[in-house]
């Protein structure tokens, strides 16, 4: 009978212990990805009809730049990266420049200015990346700061920004 109690108080005081340690947090890297017809617009607005959104992407078919700016919903987790990729409408490489700003209502805002090109096959093209060691923290961590996140780029004529996505990783529980 003593050990019988002895063994079930020992169950007890261990199974508490285990139900009292903290569960530990999980994250998965995740990614939203988005039609820059949709997540890209004018940052002047204007009724030039030669920049505007269309199934594949946001489009610059006329001969001036263009200032644009995107951006995504903020998806449930933190930043770890953002990118906007690039490819001309014809077969001359043109130079992108573009700032991405991260902050927060409750930070202020930091702008990263980055230069890139086209080149010149449409049917290739090129990218940027913002991440976290762009705004003082380390590559493949959380942007430090970040409640919102947008690019604005100086689209030159016969440009398109095809896609971008975002990077995140969500908290999914123990």
Same mark, same amino acid.
């Given at each position: 009978?003593?050990?019988?109690t *002895? *063994?079930?108080?020992?169950s ?12 530990? /947090?999980?994250? !998965? ?8 017809? !949709?997540a890209? @617009?004018l ?6 009809? %030669?920049?505007?959104? %269309? /199934?594949?992407?946001?489009?610059n078919?006329g ?16 930043l770890?990266?953002f990118?906007?990729?690039? @490819? ?7 130079p ?14 930091? #702008?990263?200015? %980055? ?8 049917s290739?093209?090129?990218?940027? $990346? ?7 923290? $380390?590559?493949?961590?959380? *942007? ?10 100086? *689209? ?7 896609s971008? #996505? ?5 908290d999914v529980?123990?």
């Amino acid at each position: 009978m003593r050990c019988t109690t *002895l *063994l079930s108080g020992i169950s007890i005081l261990a199974l508490g212990i285990t139900l009292s340690l903290p569960a530990d /947090a999980v994250t !998965q890297a995740r990614r939203i990805r988005a039609q820059a017809g !949709q997540a890209c @617009q004018l940052s002047i607005p204007t009724t030039d009809t %030669k920049v505007r959104p %269309k /199934a594949t992407g946001f489009r610059n078919e006329g001969t001036t730049n263009a200032f644009v700016i995107c951006g995504f919903p903020t998806p449930d987790g933190d930043l770890t990266a953002f990118v906007l990729n690039f @490819q001309p409408l014809d077969t001359v490489d043109h130079p992108i420049s573009c700032t991405g700003v991260n902050g927060s209502a409750f930070s202020n805002p930091v #702008y990263v200015t %980055k230069n890139a090109s086209t080149g010149a096959n449409p049917s290739g093209g090129s990218s940027l $990346t913002w991440d976290a060691s762009d705004f003082g923290g $380390t590559a493949g961590s959380n *942007l430090p700061g970040s409640g919102y996140f947008s690019v604005t780029c100086v *689209l030159p004529g016969q440009a398109t920004i095809p896609s971008g #996505y975002a990077d995140y990783n969500e908290d999914v529980g123990a």
